[in-house]
């Protein structure tokens, strides 16, 4: 019985890049784990694969109907879903180990089995940071985070971009005050002004119980506008009461006094008091970066502050902020608007050294000098018309060729080929790596 043939595919939900694109997303990866660090975050990489009971410690929800997992042997594994969970599994088990506050950037693979639609991925790439503290976090550190977003995007090449910054104590002071007893329900109907608009969100807020007054009330609160320092001096107008809500208040003028500190442009960042993310999860100054030109692409970095990362695993307090970007659903969606992509390039190869037949050994060494110098080169060794060597290194977009003869060989000068421009020049070895060095 002859093999059959099966149709090469891929589920949906994965994504899957040609060389040129793969570069492009690899170079986006480089500049975020180089931001991350010049902040002095350190590199921690998890396995992909779990104990569930750890990673399900939590327990129920979305989370369980979304997770990957399996049983090999009488082991019950799961694929991570995220790398936060992960991470308070890694503190909790080598806190000893560690030195906090604890900073981290973790950039890896994870699973949601999640109905795949356009943008939406199984399997995407996480670039996540966060400071872990022991007990204790200065809020100094969500000012270092939030300017950590802005220099991160800025070295991917973006400038019109803004991070909204908000804080839940401010959000679930004001709510308590009001005596609204499902905060999460109201916050949730909130998120939705920007798709439903104002009067849509007054009526539902009307429906899950508030009075008139208190639902205008709400509407008037998340819509308080202006400059940062205008809006902090609105929310202590207002005169409420509540504990909560003035912490909030103070922790967010206090924010907003490093941001500046830390030379944040003011055009980059603004307080927001519609984002409410992370109902049952953050606590304190919470954030979302949107690009002004693709508003349509929503939030494309989020994140904030917990008050205690690890109470599943360890009886110890781990306050931590952190922020992630969801890098696969980025580069996609960046990809699909004409952003990035189109590069002709599709290999790291700088230069296409082509030997004649009798100047190979020259051509080696002269690929590994190029090479020595941190230059990508390549070799073509296959036999062909000359031709079919240029065509090769057009189809790649390596930018530079080099023709190694016997008459190079003997003058010391070889022509170098802008692929291009069509220009060519006379140079020696030492010359070319300097041209390609610049």
């Known amino acids: 019985m002859a093999n059959q043939t099966v149709t090469p595919s891929i589920l949906p939900g994965f994504m899957e890049l040609l060389p040129a694109d793969q570069l492009l997303f690899n170079d986006m990866l480089d500049t975020i784990k180089r931001t991350y660090e010049k902040y002095g975050f350190i590199p921690v990489d998890t396995p992909v694969i779990e104990k569930s009971e750890v990673l399900l410690a939590k327990g129920g929800g979305e989370t369980e109907k979304q997770i990957y ?12 879903f995220d790398l936060t969970v992960p991470l308070a599994r890694y503190v909790s088990q080598h806190f000893g180990e560690l030195t906090f506050p604890f900073k981290r950037y973790h950039t ?12 939406r991925f199984r399997e995407f790439y996480q670039c996540d940071i966060d400071i872990i503290g022991n007990e204790s976090l200065s809020v100094i550190n969500d000012a270092e985070i939030l300017s950590v977003i802005y220099s991160t995007f800025k070295a991917l090449g973006f400038d019109d971009f803004t991070i909204r910054i908000n804080n839940r104590k401010i959000l679930n002071g004001f709510f308590e005050s009001l005596k609204v007893s499902d905060k999460a329900e109201v916050l949730r109907t909130i998120d939705k002004l920007e798709k439903i608009g104002r009067d849509a969100v007054a009526a539902e807020l009307k429906a899950i119980g508030l009075s008139t007054e208190d639902a205008e009330g709400v509407l008037k609160f998340v819509n308080i ?30 924010v907003l006094n490093y941001i500046a500190s830390f030379k944040v442009p003011s055009a980059n960042y603004t307080v927001d008091l ?17 690009l ?10 989020s994140g904030g502050r917990y ?21 696969t659903r980025l580069f996609y969606q960046l990809r699909a608007a004409g952003v990035v992509g189109g590069s002709k390039k599709a290999t790291p190869s700088k230069i296409l050294v082509i030997p004649m037949q009798e100047t190979m050994a020259q051509s080696l060494e002269m690929a590994t000098k190029l ?29 530079f060729v080099v023709v190694v003869g016997e008459d190079e060989v003997k003058s010391g000068k070889f022509k170098l080929k802008n692929m291009e421009t069509g220009e060519q020049e006379e140079l020696l070895l030492a010359q070319i790596i300097e041209k390609l060095k610049a």
């Open 69 to 80: 997992r399996f049983n090999k042997g009488d082991n019950d594994l799961s694929l991570r």
């Open 108 to 119: 890896g693979k994870v699973f949601r089995g999640e109905k795949p639609q356009k943008g």
């Open 225 to 254: 506008k202006g400059s940062c320092r205008d809006i902090v001096s609105s929310l202590r107008e207002l005169g409420i009461d509540n504990a909560v809500f003035a912490e909030g208040v103070n922790e967010l003028e206090l």
């Open 274 to 290: 519609t984002i409410a993310r992370g109902l049952d999860y953050y606590t304190g100054t919470i954030y979302e970066t949107v």
């Open 292 to 301: 002004n030109q693709y508003p349509s692409i929503g939030s494309v970095c």
């Open 307 to 327: 008050d205690n990362l690890a109470q599943n695993y360890t009886s110890r307090k781990l306050p931590g902020v952190g922020i992630s970007i969801g890098l």
């Open 371 to 399: 090479r020595e110098a941190d230059i990508p080169a390549e070799i073509y060794f296959n036999e062909g018309k000359m031709g079919k060597k240029f065509s090769y290194a057009d189809k790649l977009g390596i930018p």
